[in-house]
């Protein structure tokens, strides 16, 4: 049995999820992707992902990832902490959390990568 290594890829700009809906006209999406490292990365379903403000507080909305590794919100332009919070099966490889700087009609990813046995 091999063992996929996890961690965070990256925050990068995409224009925009493929079969969601867009965000409100002045909002960004939050784009959260899941995936293992290795030779064969594979998507991660069931990463759960908190989702606050800069300045901490409460979580405003929690995603959970599907099928495909991914899960999205629309949110006011502003900074936000996507928070790793849980997976079964997989760890973290890097980092639990990821600033992200939503910004109007666009979206932001933050990329965790895990190792899964």
């Known amino acids: 049995m091999s ?13 925009g999820i493929a079969g969601a809906d867009p ?6 999406v939050l784009r959260v ?8 990365p594979a998507a991660v379903a069931g990463v759960r992902i908190g989702v606050t403000t800069c ?3 409460p979580i405003l909305t929690a995603l959970t990832t599907g099928p495909d590794g991914t899960a999205a919100t629309n949110l ?7 928070q790793f919070t849980s997976v079964s099966g ?3 490889k890097s980092t639990t959390s990821v600033k992200v ?3 109007p009609d666009a979206t932001q990813t933050a990329a965790f ?3 899964c046995a």
């Open 3 to 15: 063992v996929f290594g996890v961690g965070l890829l990256a925050i990068a700009q995409g224009a």
């Open 23 to 28: 965000a409100p006209a002045g909002q960004g």
């Open 33 to 40: 992707q899941a995936a293992t490292t290795g030779a064969e």
């Open 55 to 57: 300045a901490a507080g």
């Open 76 to 82: 006011a332009p502003g900074c936000y902490l996507a």
């Open 90 to 92: 997989c760890e973290p």
């Open 101 to 103: 700087d939503v910004i």
């Open 113 to 115: 990568q895990f190792s």
